[in-house]
């Protein structure tokens, strides 16, 4: 590439805060919701839709207009759906659900990303919020985090979790511990999607997490068959389980606190016992322009959540789980044809044995 190739490419990177807003701003203005319902209006019609000036909304239109996104019909001066006109609505609720987390969660916090990566904290949530600590403890306290965050959460395990469990191996009646299990909704999902006579999940999280977690088993149903443990799996992991899951945990850290994770789950196990890992991946080619993954996540681990950690290659992963005394008996990545078009990352399922 000649270095004026070089510089033309920045454009891409100059204009991404911009054309992110200006789209994410017609959907909370409600032109798009407006030209859904009655199509050729004005931009003084959608003006008054938009408790906006007619030029404000001409002006944001121009970009939606470029991208083919929306119509302008320059003899009446009037706007109508283009290609948005063919999403379903369904699919489109779940693409607003991405941008509202990523203004939220990560557009903002991201003004800090050097000095996250200096200090190896997030320091947008102190600066913005003044709170010290993660995200997922600031989720707690900040319901203008948690709320597109969940959000856009519970649409990826509703993709995520049958596809998981449909390629792992659950012997039936085991003891299942869901490794940083959150709130239980893992748990349940667990034993719903793989229930055998006398199958038990144990969610294993921080001791605050339990009052929440109990109540979502008492609200589904499977009190008697789900229980919750307290403590840091950086001390101890609970022993007496035959199977580990542990499910969108690992990329929160880096190799050295990764290594402590598989470690203490190995001692935990019996041998033979099973892991089962969910995890977001690169591709082995870094340079394949279809996965997005290196465009989002390294910048959102380190600048957003933790100060820290990122997705791997697949091939990473495995040599890291067979350096911990595992046996890798399955490799798999999601088909990128089963994700939604608008997918960010591709999925990865790892099984492993403990290594008598």
């Known amino acids: 590439m000649t270095p004026q190739a070089t510089l033309a490419r920045f454009r891409e990177y100059l204009v991404g805060p911009s054309r992110f807003m200006t789209l994410l701003s017609c ?11 009655r199509p050729a209006q004005t931009a003084a019609e959608l003006g008054e ?45 779940q693409v607003l659900a991405d941008l509202d987390m990523i203004k939220a969660v990560t557009l903002r916090q991201l003004f800090y990303l050097t000095e996250s990566v200096r200090t190896g904290t ?9 709170f010290e600590g993660d995200l997922y403890g600031a989720l707690a306290e900040l319901p203008e985090l948690r709320e597109p965050w ?30 940083a299990g959150n709130t239980g909704l893992g748990a349940v999902n667990t034993l719903r999607l793989k229930n055998s006579p006398g199958l038990t999940v144990t969610t294993f999280d921080l001791p605050e997490k339990e009052k929440e977690c109990l109540e979502n088993f008492r609200a589904h149903g499977v009190e008697e068959h789900c229980s919750f443990i307290g403590g840091d799996v950086f001390e101890e992991v609970p022993k007496g389980f035959d199977v580990v899951l542990i ?6 850290f880096d190799k050295s606190d990764v290594f402590r994770i598989l470690e203490g789950v190995h001692h935990s196990l019996e041998a033979g016992g099973q892991v089962h890992i969910l995890v977001p991946v690169f591709p082995e ?3 394949d322009t279809d996965n997005y993954t290196v465009d989002f996540y390294p910048s959102f681990f380190i600048g957003c959540t933790m100060g820290q950690g990122g997705p791997q290659k697949l091939s990473t992963w495995q040599s890291w789980l067979e350096e911990c005394g595992f046996q890798v008996t399955k490799a798999i990545t999601d088909d990128p044809a089963n994700l939604p078009p608008h997918a960010l990352t591709v999925e990865a ?6 290594i008598a």
Not at 153 to 170: I, K, L, R, Y
Not at 247 to 252: A, R
Request: aromatic share 10%; glycine share 8%; charged share 25%.
């Open 27 to 37: 959907f909370e203005l409600g032109i798009i919701d407006a030209l859904r319902d």
């Open 49 to 93: 839709v938009a408790g906006a000036k007619p030029d404000a909304v001409q002006q944001l239109l121009f970009l939606l207009v470029k991208e083919g996104f929306v119509a302008y019909d320059e003899a009446c001066g009037t706007y109508a759906l283009d290609a948005l006109e063919g999403v379903a609505d369904k699919e489109l609720q």
């Open 122 to 130: 997030t320091v947008g949530l102190k600066e913005l919020y003044g």
């Open 150 to 179: 969940a959000k856009l959460m519970n649409t990826v395990t509703a993709h995520v979790d049958p596809w998981f469990f449909d390629n792992v191996d659950v012997p039936a009646g085991s003891r299942v511990l869901d490794l």
């Open 247 to 252: 499910k969108h945990f690992l990329p929160m």
């Open 285 to 287: 080619n870094i340079k």
């Open 349 to 354: 399922l790892l099984s492993a044995t403990k």
